[in-house]
């Protein structure tokens, strides 16, 4: 096979077609480009508009209220912490307290506490927690409750009991008032 023969002025003609088609496919390319540009720049001016309309004065109202809420959510929190915090000490100090009464032979009529609060004690800081109790029976046995009560609390001791004896003779005859202090190692 022989290769075809190009005159001079085929080649050029040749070349020139080559070079237009390539100018065409250049111009039809970056016509493509600058209408794609156009309506990019259509859309972002009509995004800009609708920013710049846009009410934002509910928002940031409906933002502060939402900080707000937040706020007072923490502080919720924080008081419902504490208040577990209280729970379990409360509910260790009155479950020893009736294990002792248990012990000497004694009924708790009513036993309460106070909020637990915080003092420091010989420079270390401390939880304390107030139990106001009021308990029947024997004189004798409430005496060794009492005393059991200042034994078996490493960190509190009876502030103070105010026993009376309505009926020596009777079992449930003598009640005592006391009060107690129960001290615990706050941690900080």
């Known amino acids: 096979m022989k290769g075809l023969k190009f005159s001079k002025t085929g080649l050029l003609i040749l070349a020139a077609g080559i070079f237009i088609v390539g100018l065409l496919s250049l111009g039809i390319t970056r016509y493509g480009q600058i209408s794609e540009e156009s309506d990019l720049n259509d859309e972002l001016s009509l995004s800009e508009a609708r920013l710049n309309n846009m009410e934002l004065k509910p928002f940031q109202l409906q933002l502060a209220e939402l900080q707000e809420q937040f706020t007072d959510s923490a502080s919720q929190l924080e008081e419902a912490k504490s208040r577990l915090v209280q729970s379990v000490v ?63 609390f490493d960190t509190g001791f009876v502030r103070s009991s105010q026993i009376s004896i309505t009926d020596e003779t009777a079992e449930d005859g003598t009640t005592a008032n006391i009060i107690m202090v129960v001290y615990s190692y706050s941690g900080s």
């Open 90 to 152: 409360s509910v260790n100090v009155t479950a020893k307290i009736y294990e002792i009464s248990y012990y000497h032979n004694v009924i708790i009529d009513t036993i309460g506490t106070t909020k637990i609060q915080t003092e420091v004690y010989n420079g270390v800081n401390c939880i304390l927690i107030n139990v106001n109790a009021v308990v029947t029976g024997e004189l004798s046995h409430i005496i060794d409750f009492i005393a059991g009560l200042n034994d078996n």
